[in-house]
């Protein structure tokens, strides 16, 4: 059954228009991925979902209902949650306090303190740490965290390997079914391609603000998405 539906989606900055003519479908439960080059709009769509974007038309839907009038808090309370590109945690307070932070604005679920520890092993030992003394992936896993401490139905996973040595992004894309099984759905933006048709069922390719390509991770060869990605040939 479709959870989230973005339906002919433009939007943008000001007079800049970044997203043109967007659609996809996201599935109770399902992963999917949305690949492409700097710049392409992935993290425009992101925040368009989550309401930090002005849309120009078109529409997002939770369980068909239409939540463009909500305000970001409001469509945290929905059950949709971002995790930023660059993180954004609070650096002077402690791993703890930013979990509890994220946990504010909270539905009922099962994500807690344990928990998050459980599915981020790599954050166990630095629970009173503060956040500005954290590596790099320690940090992503905290966002993470802080994200899921508020109960997602769906969760929204900007870059979450931009920057990070691939054994720790390995780290993090292990707590990824344990999200799913929760019953979270997960909205992957990457631009490292493997990463993101490895994890989702779904993927959708997005070039100069447009979705250029989507299908089954499986039933795409590299040529259809280098050419979805780079533009090759588009204009052959
Ligand atoms: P990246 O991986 O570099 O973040 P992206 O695919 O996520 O790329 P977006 O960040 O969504 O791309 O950017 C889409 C377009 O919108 C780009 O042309 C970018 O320059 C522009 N853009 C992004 N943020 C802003 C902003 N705050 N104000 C104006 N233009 C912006």
Redesign the pocket.
């Given at each position: 059954m479709t959870l989230l539906e973005v339906k002919n989606l433009d939007a943008g900055?000001g007079q800049?228009q970044?997203l043109f003519d967007v659609s996809l479908n996201l599935k109770e439960g399902e992963a999917i991925s949305v690949i492409?080059a700097?710049?392409?709009?992935?993290?425009?769509?992101l925040k368009a979902i989550a309401g930090t974007v002005n849309m120009n038309s078109g529409d997002v839907l939770l369980d068909g209902q239409s939540i463009c009038d909500m305000q970001p808090h409001e469509r945290l309370l929905q059950g949709i949650a971002l995790v930023p590109?660059g993180r954004r945690i609070f650096r002077s307070l402690t791993v703890k306090e930013n979990l509890l932070i994220g946990g504010y604005s909270s539905r009922s679920g099962s994500w807690n303190v344990a928990s998050i520890l459980e599915a981020f092993p790599i954050l166990e030992n630095f629970i009173g740490r503060d956040a500005d003394r954290l590596s790099g992936g320690e940090q992503q896993a905290l966002a993470i965290g802080r994200a899921l401490m508020s109960n997602p139905r769906v969760l929204l996973l900007d870059?979450v390997s931009l920057g990070l040595a691939p054994i720790v992004v390995k780290q993090l894309y292990a707590a990824l079914p344990i999200i799913r099984n929760k019953g979270c759905a997960l909205v992957i933006?990457e631009?490292d391609t493997n990463q993101a048709l490895a994890a989702s069922d779904h993927t959708y390719c997005?070039l100069e603000?447009r979705i250029s390509l989507e299908g089954k991770p499986s039933e795409l060869t590299r040529e259809q998405i280098s050419q979805a990605y780079f533009g090759l040939g588009a204009h052959a």
């Open positions: 900055y800049f970044a492409g700097n710049g392409a709009g992935k993290s425009t769509l590109e870059e933006v631009q997005m603000g």
